[in-house]
């Protein structure tokens, strides 16, 4: 299982780790990114917005914090500077601000802990990882959003590792179902070809054409009527992002079921799903049961982050 | 004291000419977006500051270049000046601002040689660079010329054995067994601890040596701030051609006078700026002529090209002779305080009150722009007549452009846009009939908007009656007019 991540990990240049909750062990995938899976590659490091604190603001639990190896080029708002410990040096001032200063690219000389506060907008962010490529990188590493948030990272990653835990929800099943959407949704097929874009009404696109190019956002309000008119039957249906869907998971499956293709413009790969059975709220998962589910649900490796990454 | 407020600026066109610039440098740009003009006792910096445009004017295309070299240098340059403030008041600067400042002293190492290069030719005056290698051989100890801050082992014994326990540590946290890593990370930070506050001392101690050059690091970004704002100077001259004015005591003599803005505005439509030449002296003027925009193009291109030599421009015209005013004072026609209450006229008053204060206050240049024409002509004829008398008496070349009869001749000057005058209105008729397009743009086409110096009897134009004549007015209208002449 391993061995096949440590395979994804190298088709990507740029790489997000997105959360369904707290406590899913994002961290945890970083630092084991950082140390074992680098295979002395120059990393680089930044974060969507402030993340990376010593206890969790939300829980109050105890979390790692991200230890990065000497050579790091890492992303951070100038006010985070002081809470590093690694020895610094300034190569780059990037003019983008943020409510802790400006962000700063700095290398790591030493091994060490580091604070994370990167720029918030995405277009930022992609900016960013030209910088890093610019000043030698060769994989940048992403501290990203949470849950339905994290859907736009293809704007700036190729790679996504979604993590999720028993911190998301009591039910086990409820984290499978919605963590398993969230992956489906992320994982929707790249549209070979675009087809005309709806002006109108979905409807008639979709009677003329058989597809239609969705421009903003795809609710279930839309898709229900016409799978009740039979309408949406064969079809293609293409977004630009993950981040567009906002079908729940049953109108989904009813798509599949109608055999109605769903495509995005910008499509991100996951090359894994990391589980973490121990919620910070206290219950805990039976960890063999849960990684099974999850693994039943999705078709890219299934890890555990306590027992496989830590 | 020059002021001129941005709604003035963008009335006369020198909004628009700043706009043209690009500043490159945070302190070119601030010294466009802060304006500033040269008064009467700063003569011998103004005339520098012309002969160095007037020198990297004449130089502009050979050493492009070079020009270019060095807006580029000064692109990456980032306002550090507080920072620097900060060092000399003692405060202990942080790794990005020691950064940020160690970035500035590169660039200006990168510029001092272009900016030589240019200066072989040049020649500029009064323009010079402080070297930056003191301080950058403080930021920059080992000489390794890198682009990023880093606070090197060796800068005091005491860091080189921390960073190497550091190191050790590391190592050995790699290796160690689980139940001996909570011992290791304890001390690492206690290694780390000492680390920093160890390095803020060598930061601190830079701070310190930095503290006694800043005057000149901070005398560099205003040299830097100057280059690049006489550069775009210079361009601007190329671009709108310009000519140095030789200095005197009083007259203000333009010729061939353009104004960017217009220039840039017409020749969207295909058509031309007429130049405007004009000698004006101590005392009022009145510019008089058919009332379709003439007049007040020509108040403006006086106003313009008057701040801009005081600013430190060359003037857009093929001659000038100007002298330095204390204060330029003008009031337009589209007066913004119309709309706060006051009637239109008594507004004017207020403004005129105003403006005239400060005109009398130093040798000034004081423009009126159709001056009361919020009333009835009969009544506004006679205040502006007495304006103008009073105004020959005052210390300033004050211009009023007015249609009201025998204002002209109560002023110490008199003008007049040229107009139809050299024009066979008779012909005119003819072209329009031949052709069914818009007479009006055809007579603007015509119009002649120089302006000549009426000497002696000044007549009231006639451009109304040949309008109305080109136009082919109904001829028993016509021929009503023509006897009431």
Redesign the interface.
């Known amino acids: 299982m391993i061995e096949q991540l440590k395979q994804n990990l190298e088709q990507v240049r740029t790489m997000s780790i997105v959360g369904m909750c707290k406590n899913a062990g994002k961290t945890t995938v970083l630092n084991w990114l950082l140390s074992e899976a680098q295979r002395g590659r120059r990393l680089a490091l930044t974060s969507i917005g402030r993340d990376g604190e010593s206890t969790d603001v939300v829980t109050g639990t105890e979390k790692p914090s991200i230890y990065v190896p000497a050579g790091t080029l890492i992303a951070t708002a100038a006010d985070m500077l002081r809470l590093c410990d690694i020895t610094k040096e300034i190569v780059y001032t990037t003019g983008i601000p943020t409510p802790l200063g400006e962000v700063v690219v700095l290398k790591a000389r030493s091994a060490g802990y580091v604070q994370l506060a990167g720029p918030s907008m995405t277009t930022q962010l992609a900016h960013l990882s030209g910088t890093f490529f610019d000043l030698g990188a060769e994989q940048v590493l992403i501290d990203g959003a949470l849950g339905r948030k994290s859907l736009g990272a293809r704007v700036v990653a190729e790679g996504i590792i979604l993590c999720t835990g028993a911190s998301y929800h009591m039910s086990m099943e409820k984290v499978v179902e919605d963590t398993a959407n969230i992956y489906r949704i992320m994982n929707l097929p790249k549209a070979e070809t675009l087809p005309p874009e709806v002006e109108e009404s979905l409807e008639d696109c979709l009677r003329q054409n058989g597809e239609a190019y969705i421009p903003g956002a795809l609710y279930d309000s839309m898709v229900l009527p016409l799978l009740q008119n039979g309408t949406l039957r064969n079809g293609r249906l293409v977004v630009q992002d993950p981040s567009r869907v906002l079908l729940t998971p049953d109108t989904l499956g009813k798509l599949e079921t109608r055999n109605v293709k769903l495509e995005v413009r910008d499509a991100a790969r996951t090359l894994c799903v990391t589980v973490n059975p121990i919620s910070a709220y206290g219950w805990k998962f039976d960890k063999d049961e849960f990684q099974t589910k999850m693994q039943q649900a999705v078709d890219v490796p299934v890890i555990n982050v306590k027992e496989e990454l830590a | 004291m020059i002021s001129i407020s941005f709604d003035d600026k963008q009335k006369i066109g020198l909004q628009y000419a700043l706009d043209t610039l690009h500043g490159c440098s945070p302190f070119g740009a601030e010294k466009i977006r802060r304006l500033r003009f040269y008064g009467p006792q700063e003569r011998e910096e103004l005339e520098t500051e012309l002969y160095n445009v007037e020198q990297a004017a004449r130089f502009a295309s050979e050493l492009k270049t070079e020009y270019d070299k060095i807006g580029m240098v000064l692109c990456q340059m980032?306002d550090i000046r507080n920072s620097l403030r900060r060092c000399a008041e003692g405060v202990c600067p942080?790794?990005?601002e020691?950064?940020?400042i160690k970035g500035y002293l590169q660039r200006l190492e990168n510029l001092i040689p272009l900016y030589e290069k240019v200066d072989e030719k040049t020649n500029f005056r009064d323009l010079t660079f402080f070297d930056p290698k003191p301080a950058l051989s403080v930021l920059d100890p080992e000489n390794t010329r890198s682009?990023?801050?880093?606070i090197p082992d060796n800068s005091t014994p005491r860091l080189k054995e921390l960073?190497t326990e550091?190191?050790r540590l590391?190592e050995s946290l790699f290796h160690a067994e689980e139940k001996d890593k909570d011992a290791i990370r304890m001390e690492r930070?206690k290694i780390?601890a000492e680390?920093?506050s160890e390095e803020m001392k060598v930061r601190a101690a830079m701070g310190k040596a930095i503290a006694p050059l800043v005057p000149d690091l901070l005398e560099n970004a205003d040299m830097a701030g100057r280059l690049d704002f006489l550069l775009q100077k210079a361009l601007f001259a190329v671009r709108y051609g310009g000519v140095r004015p030789e200095l005197t005591d009083g007259e203000l003599a333009l010729t061939d006078m353009i104004n960017p803005e217009i220039c840039d505005l017409l020749e969207e439509k295909n058509r031309k700026f007429v130049p405007v030449s004009i000698t004006l002296n101590r005392g009022a003027t009145v510019i008089t002529g058919a009332n379709m925009g003439g007049k007040s193009v020509a108040l403006k291109t006086v106003a313009l090209n008057v701040l801009l030599f005081q600013a430190g421009f060359l003037v857009c015209a093929k001659g000038a002779k100007m002298p330095l005013f204390e204060s330029v004072k003008m009031l337009f026609e589209d007066m913004q305080s119309i709309q706060s209450g006051l009637s239109g006229f008594g507004s004017e008053i207020v403004e005129f009150q105003k403006a005239l204060d400060e005109v009398e206050q130093g040798y000034s240049l004081f423009l009126l722009d159709e001056f009361a024409r919020g009333t009835n002509p009969d009544e506004g004829a006679v205040i502006v007549q007495a304006v103008t008398r009073y105004l020959n008496g005052v210390n300033a070349i004050s211009i009023l452009s007015t249609h009201y009869d025998k204002v002209a001749e109560n002023a110490d000057a008199h003008y007049q846009i040229i107009g139809l005058r050299d024009i066979d209105p008779e012909a005119i008729r003819r072209e329009l009939q031949g052709s069914g397009d818009n007479g009006i743009e055809i007579i603007a086409r015509h119009m002649n908007y120089g302006l000549y110096r009426v000497e002696g009897r000044s007549d009231c134009p006639r451009d109304a009656l040949n309008i109305c004549r080109m136009l082919s007015l109904k001829p028993e209208i016509l021929k009503n007019i023509e006897a009431a002449y």
């Open positions: 980032k942080d790794h990005v020691l950064f940020e682009r990023g801050f880093y960073r550091k190191k590391e930070t780390c680390e920093d």
